[in-house]
């Protein structure tokens, strides 16, 4: 077994593999760019070793650099998390020839799978199912369009070399294709160092299902079941579960074993990923095509973990250093269910806009130094993240905070063990998706499990505002509302030293959501509009949480305080409440609103990034829908276009500046 490992890889998946090695009794290793000096996986590791800069190119990407820390620390394996590196096949080589063993695929392996148009050839010929396209290279747009009219729309475009979202765009119509071509090119290149482009057929109502294989240096493979990552955004995966709602046994065991076939005809050893589109129209078992091999673990890898009871790092970690796998396909048994959302840096009120920022306040629902924990009921909770409170989410790497990952005996069990724990995941940064998460699971069509890669789209088409509150959950948060109030007040009169009599602690208030006054009179539990509502809540003055307890279970609400109420966040959705005595809530009806400024005359910058180009100038007419600047963040080009026909008055920003949130790039007359 190897005695020291490296991890050449930053955030969670660092500490992951650091977690699994320690249990192992393997040193640890990390690596880290300037911006990530400080980082939980730094101060994780036995040993550290500065990389570069914060940018990935000039740190965490270059080999060189990776290798020359391995040597110099006495590391005798690297493992590479998720694949930070963008030439793995050749570090690998370079691994080998320094005498340090690579715990991940062959680089046979990872070449056959690595380039999207040549394995699907090869799965082609191992008898897996692919999806009709072109796998040619092609050379401009003009070729482009036509390949993809020979197809039909719609067509995907996607980058070769590409993966996780990036380098692909849907194509319904001509005019799409040559928006996207040359865009899909450019993000190929500037991700993956290759501007290759194929186009296939885009299945409409498809299932994004994988199966995780596993195989070591002796010639055993097997499949460790499916996990479901329909929920994308932007092909990004927000969600995933493991088993998927929609795969039979029988269909299991066909993906398996084609997924099983594609690994032996490259010879294939360590943990890997087989991705699948299935179309949720089959009912026959048999609509599934190959979409690419991932050979590197998953983010999504703990849904995995969590119904086999298998630890993916360590069987990784025991595949590097030439043991056997301890089991065959027939001791893989599927138990309950999985659930893993993706915490991000990202703002659903706002498009799902990428955010950076310092992390205020960062308390996830369980201990950070152990991985599973309870949030009521049966089952666990695990959290898997790389950041620590105090520290910055950087616009160099992925906005992902944290994985919440949660395990019962039944998928509704699980999804409830998420509601629960989001409500309790304090978290502030700039944005985040803590409140989108939490309607996903409460969603009627996710509990049905009736998922496509469309269905944040399809949901959500005028942009998420939030989950909505029923009547009933209005009144218990109402309930709340005028508790915490109360709590406040009765602290304030026990203040010494004040003026005339102690003055008595209100019992009756006026709680406004919205529209909505709420008449809440507190005694033995709280009466709401008339109808008594039985329960406690638990708050001291200066708690982030109140927890209410009542015949409808337990509610866990996350409270800021304002100037006339609260803020209130539970249930996917933040409530903003006023709260008001009788007499005071008749007179505020008369307070005026205060209306913010109209910015429909400028361009606002969306996100912090790059501004890339300006494409148009001073005096020009544009018209909506019109592209006016490119603005780059994460890695991903995001074309801003114009709302409204217009005249530019003023260009405030040029290629190649840096941009804040809410500059104004362009001014209209």
Known sequence: MFKKILVANRGEIACRVFRTAKRMGIATVAVYSDADARAPHVLMADESVRLGPAPAAE?????????????????DAIHPGYGFLSERESFARACAEAGIAFVGPPPNAIAAMGDKIESKKLAKEAGVNVVPGYLGEIADTD????????????????ASAGGGGKGMRLAYGEQDVREGFEATK?????????DRVFIEKFIEQPRHIEIQVLGDQHGNIVYLGERECSIQRRHQKVVEEAPSPFVTPEMRRKMGEQAVALARAVGYYSAGTVELIVSGADKTGDGFYFLEMNTRLQVEHPVTEAITGLDLVEQMIRVAAGEELAFGQDDVTLTGWAIENRIYAEDPYRSFLPSTGRLVRYRPPVAQDTPYGEVGGDGYVRVDDGVAEGGEVSMFYDPMIAKLVTWGETRDAAADLQIAALDRFELEVLGNNIDFLSALMQHPRFREGALTTGFIA???????TGAPADAALA???AAIAAALSWRQA???????????????TPCDWVVHMGAIAHEVTLGDGAIVDGELIEGSVEWNPGDRIAVARSDDGELAVRVAKTRTGWVLTTRGAAHRVGVYRPRVAELAKHMIEKIPPDMSRFLLAPMPGL?????????DKVEAGQPLAVVEAMKMENILRAEKSGTVKAVNFGAGESLAVDAAILEFE
């Open 475 to 477: 009144r218990r948060l």
């Open 458 to 464: 399809e949901e959500y088409p005028e942009g998420f």
């Open 611 to 619: 501004l890339t180009r300006v494409e148009v100038a001073v005096g």
């Open 59 to 75: 740190s965490y990407l270059k080999a060189e650099l990776i290798l020359a820390a391995a040597k110099a620390t006495g590391a």
């Open 186 to 194: 450019r993000e190929g290149l500037a991700s993956f160092g290759d």
């Open 490 to 504: 009765e602290r304030a009169s026990l203040i010494s030293g004040q003026l005339g009599a102690m003055p008595l």
């Open 143 to 158: 070729e482009a369009v036509r390949i993809a009219s020979e197809i039909g729309y719609p067509v995907m475009m996607k």
